[in-house]
């Protein structure tokens, strides 16, 4: 493969880490604040809450990129693709990721909220100190598989033309008409991608729940070099 055709697909990768990165966390902006609306007082903020939620989980993410990028400027607003990219995966992971935030906080036993409530502690100390801590512990092995599949999610950028991964591999078959080879390339490419998220996540859930005076079991990677060390 020339110079040129090898150029198309890190540019590709470029854009797919950026479409995975920025949309994983400007959708867990999203999540949270959809979760923690729909457990609030409010009735108007739960209603909101249920509303992106129920919306945007049942909408496909390549319907909401299509209205981004074609619907929208027809009312005079010109989305840059790859924010629009960003903000559509984003919209449709948060929904997802806003019911793993309202279940991981309702986890929380409410003899614990009790018990910070007899101390005198205000509801954002209640939240911040008692119930986020250990709520993000719970929450990341789910926003893990979410991240997952958002990079996945993130090939349909292709379709309106965005230069991420799946449409640099394209243009590298449209050129060497090695479609086998070119395919799959792009699956192990994707494989490994995932692959290196999921280490990164199982770190942070690690890292999170020591801060509780937890410990997690080591995942499938650390097991296999265990015993090839005490091999």
Partial sequence: MSPGLW???????????????????????????????????????????????????????????????????????????????????????GAYGAEVVRGAVRAIPQSQLEAATALNFTPWQRTRKVVLPQAIVAMIPAFSNNLIELLKASALVSIVYLSDLTFGAQLVRASTQNTAGVFGGLLVAYGVIALIFTVLMRFLERRAAASLGRTVPPGMIARIFRKEASA
């Fill in 7 to 93: 150029q198309y697909m890190i540019e590709g990768l470029v854009v797919t880490l950026q479409l995975t990165i920025f949309g994983a966390l400007l959708g867990l902006v999203f999540a949270f604040a959809a979760g923690l609306a729909r457990l609030s007082k409010h009735k108007i903020l739960r209603a909101m809450g249920f509303l992106y939620t129920e919306i945007f989980r049942g909408m496909s993410a390549l319907i909401v990129l299509f209205w981004l990028i074609f619907v929208i400027p027809r009312f005079g607003y010109q989305l840059a693709p790859l924010f629009a990219g960003v903000l559509a995966l984003a919209l449709n992971i």
